[in-house]
């Protein structure tokens, strides 16, 4: 148990839409990272927000954004959704603290684009 | 550009044997290398680390060993067990930089 929540677990969504996923950091930790696993690979790293500033970014295009909130929540926002956004996306937070820290991962959100 | 590699899709190992999963990285500005293990529908789940001033960092059952100059790491699950089935991801950071690169991942299967 991480102390990392997501929401919702699943989602079907159609082409073009807009989807919001969400994620409950683990109390304490400053600094959240958003991941797109897709089948059969690794996660891959879209981004980071530290202190609710982006923080980096991965390969990943404008359409694919964030949030992050005081209270250690935060959303992963994409629009204009393709067939290939059909993934499960993670959510990992850690406590930055100058040294090397380890992230601790949610249980995803599978997203399915038709 | 995969910076992580993980050559061996799948691994099944008997009971009480060791486990040895391989990880190969091309980035020599990678500096901390964690393992994760992950079950079916649940997120993964943090194993074992290792900065790269040490060659062996050692938790439990498991084992990482870190060879810079070949640039290869391995876990070692020993002895392992049946709930160790699960697939596990090779993950590297660079100085400075949080953000993880995984390799592919490796299925190991423990047989009775």
């Known amino acids: 148990e991480t102390g990392v929540t997501q929401s919702p677990t699943h989602l079907i969504k159609t082409r073009g839409q807009q989807v919001t996923l969400r994620c409950s950091s683990q109390s304490g930790h400053n600094t959240v990272s958003w991941y797109q696993q897709a089948l059969g690979q690794g996660p891959q790293f879209i981004f980071q927000?530290?202190?609710?500033?982006?923080?980096g970014r991965g390969n990943f295009p404008p359409r694919f954004s964030g949030l992050q909130f005081p209270n250690y929540s935060s959303e992963l926002n994409v629009n204009a959704l393709e067939l290939d956004d059909s993934a499960l996306y993670l959510c990992?937070?850690?406590?930055?603290?100058?040294?090397?820290?380890?992230?601790?991962f949610g249980p995803g959100t599978r997203l399915l684009v038709l | 550009d995969q910076q992580v590699k993980q050559n061996s899709p799948s691994l099944s190992v008997q009971e009480g044997r060791i486990s040895i999963l391989n990880c190969d990285y091309t980035?020599?500005?990678?500096?901390?290398f964690l393992w994760y293990k992950k079950y079916p529908a649940e997120g993964p789940t943090f194993l074992i680390s290792?900065?790269?001033?040490?060659d062996k960092n050692e938790d439990g059952r498991f084992t990482v060993f870190l060879n810079k100059s070949a640039k290869h790491l391995s876990l070692h699950i020993v002895p392992s067990q049946p709930g160790d089935s699960a697939v596990y991801f090779c993950a590297a950071s660079e100085i400075g930089d949080y953000k993880l690169s995984f390799g592919a991942g490796t299925t190991v299967t423990v047989r009775a």
């Open positions: 980035n020599s500005m990678f500096d901390y």
């Open positions: 927000y530290y202190r609710e500033e982006e923080n």
């Open positions: 290792i900065s790269s001033i040490k």
């Open positions: 990992a937070s850690s406590l930055v603290s100058g040294t090397q820290e380890t992230q601790y």
